[in-house]
């Protein structure tokens, strides 16, 4: 085939630095889907696991190990006998209902700002690595450095729509005052969304109050500026760590995903659709908590999904039931109205192999079909969760933004004019130079920069690079190249005056890394 | 987690003898679709790509590259100018009316017999690479003990559905006579169903004869027992070898799959749109040839997908474009009531890396999603189909049971014992012990083997092997395990004997390679 007429001119040292110098960082929007949801129940079996659920919550209730939630449920007339809420399907239904179903979720750059929920969909990168695989590719645990590091790629990766929070766990600062700084890094590396950590009632007020900072207090109590993550303890449990941060969140209206987590068959029923009507009745009894909080504060479905191997205890990803799960709890979830979260890119892979790209990609595949709109863990996930690759983070931001094409779907608008090309070229003809051709390839069809498609002869004279490498070259020339999104010098300070103060504060931990 | 319950027993080498003394390697039936099928394009786009084709095939015409087809076009009614022949749309409609919109597709073991079309898919290995990555996960030409050992992986690999035909290339057997020895591999090393040779018009005769000899003329005639493919050359030709091939095939009323060969943007208008519409019109010209031939004859719309690189002018695999095509083509060959293929796993990594992993698991997830019949190319794709893996046709293999298991959607069966169980465990409990895990947790949830989900630790422990060493183990297990599906003497000698005959009619090529 010639390439003349197209390929030419783009090869080379020279060519790689051109295409370098003009690297399109710029955000892309939220996604906004233009293929149809992949939903397997019929509305029967959406009602099915509706009325299980709803069951679960009346007969077997849902323990809250915190004492103020129990007062809160007493007073919002729930049967409350112990530790243990009996929901009645009357009053949750009541609740649910003030959940928005759709917000705008603010960034403090307004150009970032994402349309939330319906039909769009956010990536959000992976978060709460211990350790990172590094430039050198080596397992060790990360330093602030590496944080700001995955801030300032979150930042520059087009089809990431956050930085996050505590992507990997900086180990080189106190545990007590980690948060701080990690609220600090999202904030000041990228001028995307982030997320706001959960980890204590305490520490989620600390990034209430930097965030009143960064967007003004007022601003704050009626706009979405930050999501935070509260993870259930399944089976039907909420503990008062979580439900601590979700009132933190809850009193500035700032949405909380609220997160059963499934360990299929472990902490959930061995099956599908039980484990699904399991997690549902634990959504069901957070978000319903957050209204009894705050009327009206946005509230997102959540979960995290595994199923675990018989064979070793194992939590396994990209199994077919998990995808399975989420297309099941996307139907759920729009059944009430309500914004969901999914886990993209899961896997249990040790180094950035090739179970790590099929594990990464049946789940991305998954969860487009479904229709979720924060899709969490998108970029870096590997070893379920143990470490977070620096080389797999820009080749899955890149699986984002092919996932973003594809979810768009089909172009109509130069139809006709592309007819016309047919009737040019005739048979036996090609489409290379063809008018059309020069004017749309670009935008037809997607040309992945971190997958290699030359001839094997072409691979090996540049040096039989296998994607590992290539992509820790990415990340390399990233850095490089990463300029500061600057922050208002008055807000910078006052976040830093604010961290100084909070570290006087709140005593450092004896050893750094006690939690982990 | 405690894993007493369900873990301990399993482990070790001694557990791991157990499990290969036990090996399942039963085929799975025909997958039966249990979830809906992704369908990107209204009714009335449906009508738009389908008026746009017919308008090809009327005002452009296609290229058929043959005098016997011109011929036979002529008797048929078409307007036939040169070697372009003009079709009308009232004669393409009524042509691909006779196709049989599903039919069984046999075996010579009837247990591994194939219910074809409509919601059935099956899946077949890849098929026509120069070169393989051996056990030692060497790149080299292969042999006929190559092709072999792919033919018994195939038989014993419980999601592929067939041993196709020439998977590898056996470069020491003379170019002209490999057709009969691939065709005997495929049928002895297997009682699956398998591909016949499409390479030239004698050469798919010769298939035709050795089918006779294993299934009985007669049988033959009223059932198919063998696939071909016939490419078409994109845009709008089709060749004298194909359709010669496609004679032969039809002839014996066994079914040719109808593939015109999309490199995207290349030999098709830039845009996925218009590279459907011309597709289908490639693919209606030929299925409707089909009828012309022999009405009545089964035929596949077929079709082989790439998106050409407009900085390399190489194909790409795994690209958000293809998976639309997919999900449209899918929509065109059920709107004509007609059987369709895809291709499986492609890709152009050229190791078993996570480029690898990526573009298989993107590619068959979204295949999944369209519904295709015939999933060919299914194990073992690597390097733009220059080599088949060894490795990654063992896990290739995994992933189709594994979409195989998603694609049969929810099991409800056992939902109200499940839900009791949620019950009986209630808040903050765990199942591993309860009945109802122990009697359903193998097949509520999928276990992969050949990824590895342990921790590091253990992985570590374990010898800190990726994925492509355990999956050449898997190989060489499966191989040492393998046990000959018995070929009837008579049947094996007749064939034995045909092969005999014909290698002495046809004269062996000077050079080996001559054809790569």
């Not at 997102?300 to 990803?317: D, E, F, R």
């Not at 971190?450 to 990415?474: K, Y």
Request: charged share 20%.
């Amino acid at each position: 085939m010639s390439v003349d007429a197209v390929g030419k001119t783009r090869r080379g040292r020279g060519a790689r630095k051109a295409v370098r110098q003009k690297r399109d960082i710029k955000m892309l929007p939220a996604l906004k889907r233009g293929i149809p949801l992949m939903e397997p129940m019929s509305a029967e079996q959406i009602e099915k696991i509706d009325n299980a659920s709803l069951g679960i919550l009346e007969d077997v209730g849902v323990v809250f190990r915190d004492p103020i939630a129990l007062e809160d449920w007493k007073k919002a007339g729930a049967d409350v006998r112990g530790e243990t809420v009996h929901l009645d399907r009357g009053l949750v239904r009541d609740l649910i209902k003030t959940i928005p179903a759709s917000f705008t979720y603010n960034a403090r750059n307004p150009a970032n700002n994402l349309p939330f929920g319906n039909d769009h969909s956010i990536f959000v990168p992976m978060t709460g690595a211990p350790y990172l695989r590094d430039l050198e590719d080596k397992r060790r645990n990360p330093t602030l450095d590496d944080l700001a590091n995955f801030h300032k790629l979150s930042h520059m990766l087009p089809a990431i729509h956050s930085s996050a929070h505590h992507i990997v766990e900086p180990y080189d600062h106190p545990i007590s005052q980690r948060h701080l700084r990690i609220t600090y890094s999202s904030m000041k590396h990228s001028d995307k969304t982030f997320m706001g950590m959960t980890t204590s009632p305490k520490n989620a007020e600390d990034v209430m109050e930097m965030c009143a900072i960064l967007f003004g207090k007022e601003f704050m109590l009626n706009n979405p500026v930050v999501t935070g993550n509260c993870n259930g303890n399944s089976p039907l449990v909420w503990d008062e760590t979580m439900l601590g941060a979700m009132r933190a969140f809850a009193k500035y209206k700032q949405p909380v995903l609220c997160s059963p987590f499934v360990l299929g068959g472990a902490n959930t029923p061995a099956g599908v659709a039980p484990t699904v009507a399991q997690l549902n009745a634990e959504a069901l009894s957070a978000l319903a908590y957050t209204q009894v909080i705050q009327k009206g504060t946005p509230a997102i479905y959540g979960h995290y999904l595994s199923t675990v191997s018989m064979k070793s205890g194992a939590p396994m990803a990209g199994t077919p039931e998990i995808s399975l799960m989420n297309m099941m709890i996307g139907q759920m979830a729009r059944h009430y109205n309500i914004p969901w979260r999914t886990s993209n890119t899961l896997g249990g892979a040790k180094t950035f192999d090739a179970q790590a790209g099929y594990e990464s990609a049946s789940t991305m595949m998954a969860v487009l079909m479904s229709g979720a709109n924060y899709i969490w863990h998108s970029a870096g996930w590997n070893e379920a969760g143990m470490h977070c690759s620096m080389a797999k983070f820009v080749v899955d931001a890149e699986q984002c933004a092919m996932g973003y094409r594809m979810a768009q779907g089909i172009k109509w608008d130069d139809f006709d004019e592309a007819l016309q090309a047919v009737r040019d070229v005739g048979p036996g003809g090609h489409y290379l130079g063809h008018p059309h051709t020069l004017e749309n390839f670009q935008k037809a069809f997607f040309m992945p920069e971190m997958f290699d498609n030359n001839s094997i002869e072409q691979w090996q004279a540049d040096g039989s690079v296998e994607i590992n490498e290539r992509a820790l070259q990415r990340v390399r020339d990233l850095l490089n190249e990463y300029e500061d999104p600057k922050l208002d010098v008055a807000v910078d300070e006052a976040l830093l005056d604010y961290i100084a103060r909070r570290e006087r504060e709140i005593p450092a931990a004896d050893a750094l890394n006690q939690d982990l």
